[in-house]
């Protein structure tokens, strides 16, 4: 079966560190997509991307960054971890632009910087 | 600015019926999401609206009311399982998804 995954599932860093959290999905899907999730707080947009080589800013975009060199992965990485950035983190796919299609949504990272 | 109102949180008796609310004002429309997310769980999607009236899918329906701002899920013959937060988003005339907050439904036997 297709899935989303995303790895580590649970992360525990210092401030200043540099973090990745990984996204793989094998549903093919074009369009890929970051968001973070904190308590009271909507789904926020953190990076998405259209297609290969293809990266735009969300929302909440701000010391965060992607990469999208095939159409599996999208890895988001935190240059300087900072506490504001503790939170979970999901990444989804959707086959056709979001607001037409279903999201599907990996499991989930959750990060805590100390 | 863009706003997406739920109830934080609801309670309702298993095998009963319960209504979740969803008023949004954004920057044009151009479709309603509603997605479930059991605690510590990914969201999962349940339904699209983009044209007013009820849409109908098993034990769960959604409305839309596009001149009123107003759309609701109904979930009909409760059952624990249904214990989860429900969420909203909202599709903005720059084809962005607004989510709402979501809210915590608490099924009691």
Excluded at chain 1, 33 to 54: A, E, K, P
Excluded at chain 2, 77 to 85: G, T, V
Excluded at chain 2, 92 to 101: F, K, M, P, T, V
Aim: proline share 2%; net charge negative; with cysteine.
């Amino acid at each position: 079966d297709a899935e989303i995954t995303q790895s580590p599932r649970h992360k525990i860093t210092e401030t200043g560190r540099q973090v990745t959290l990984a996204c793989h999905q094998t549903w093919n899907h074009n369009n890929m997509f970051w968001y973070r999730q904190d308590l009271g707080h909507g789904l926020r947009l953190i990076h998405y991307s259209y297609g290969v080589q293809d990266t735009n800013k969300g929302e909440v975009s701000d010391g965060y960054s992607v990469s999208r060199s095939n159409t599996e992965d999208l890895p988001l990485t935190l240059e300087s971890a900072a506490s504001s950035q503790t939170s979970v983190y999901f990444c989804a796919s959707s086959e056709k632009s979001e607001y037409t299609g279903e999201l599907f949504f990996g499991e989930g990272s959750r990060l805590t910087v100390l | 600015g863009q706003n997406i109102d739920q109830p934080t949180e609801m309670t309702a008796t298993e095998g009963a019926i319960v209504q979740i609310n969803c008023t949004y004002q954004t920057s044009g429309f151009n479709g309603l999401f509603w997605y479930q997310q059991h605690a510590g769980e990914a969201p999962t999607f349940l339904s699209y609206n983009v044209l007013d009236g009820l849409e109908e899918k098993g034990r769960f329906s959604s409305f839309l009311s596009r001149s009123k701002g107003y759309s609701y899920l109904l979930l009909k013959e409760l059952q624990m399982k249904d214990s989860a937060s429900y969420l909203c988003a909202v599709v903005d005339s720059n084809y962005q998804l607004i989510w709402g907050a979501g809210t915590k439904l608490i099924i009691k036997p």
